[in-house]
Each structure stands twice: as structure tokens, then as C-alpha cells.
């Protein structure tokens, strides 16, 4: 059984930086694309980055330079680097496999990321 256990959120001030991780578990993680979305009550998840298992990565114009997805084989962890945070970045953020599709039936708790201007 797939799981999926993100942490980090918190709250920070506009420009400050936050460090997101999420433990994987149950699949060959060295052979699975991963990423990370966001949600806001009301409004769909969104996409805000993804890395495949040869590392290649891809950003919505959103967060891109800003955001930095990456990976640890050996630890099972993805994490997702934010630095100059906004107030539109407040959500709560989610990790789930895959590069362009993710599986909808293995959602974790996610974090809640709060920005305060």
C-alpha cells in the first residue's frame, strides 16, 4: 500500500522560504515520478511541480524560479524548496506520484503553507 506523508508547512512572511518533504513508502520509489500540488478551499488542486526518476523537473510560470523540486532515492523523500513566497502561495500543499497524472487514490493529509503579507 502506497503511502504518502508530507511535511513542513507552517507560516512565514512574504519573501521568506519554506522547505516541504514527503516520505514515501509501499512502491519502488527510484522508479516513480513524483509531485507536488497545492489546493485552496473552493478552487481546484493545481500542479506546482513534478521530477521523473531520471531527475528531469517542470514548473507551471507560477512558481517557476522560485520553486525547486527534488529527490533522494535513498531516503524515499521528495522535497520542495520555496523561496520568495507570496500570499497567493497560501494552500496546503500535497505530494502524490507520477510526472503528468497523479493517482487519485493515494492522497495524503498534506501541509498547510500560510503566507502573510
Known amino acids: 500500500q502506497v503511502q504518502l506523508v508530507e511535511s ?10 519554506l522547505r516541504l518533504s514527503c516520505t514515501v513508502s509501499g512502491l519502488r520509489f ?10 485552496v478551499p473552493g478552487k481546484r488542486r493545481e500542479l506546482v511541480a513534478a ?6 523537473t517542470r514548473y507551471p510560470e507560477s512558481v517557476r524560479g522560485r520553486f525547486t523540486i527534488s529527490r533522494d532515492n535513498a531516503k524515499n523523500t521528495v522535497w520542495l524548496q520555496m523561496n520568495g513566497l507570496k500570499p497567493e502561495d497560501t494552500a496546503v500543499y500535497y505530494c502524490n506520484t507520477g510526472y503528468f497524472v497523479p493517482n487519485n487514490d493515494i492522497w ?4 498547510q503553507v500560510t503566507v502573510s503579507s
Not at 513542513?8 to 522560504?17: C, F, K, R
Not at 527510484?30 to 489546493?39: K, N
Not at 521530477?51 to 528531469?56: D, F, H, M, Y
Request: proline share 0%.
Open 8 to 17: 513542513g508547512g507552517g507560516l512565514v512572511q512574504a519573501g521568506g522560504s
Open 108 to 111: 495524503g493529509q498534506g501541509t
Open 51 to 56: 521530477i521523473n526518476k531520471e531527475g528531469a
Open 30 to 39: 527510484s522508479l516513480s515520478g513524483f509531485a507536488w500540488y497545492r489546493q
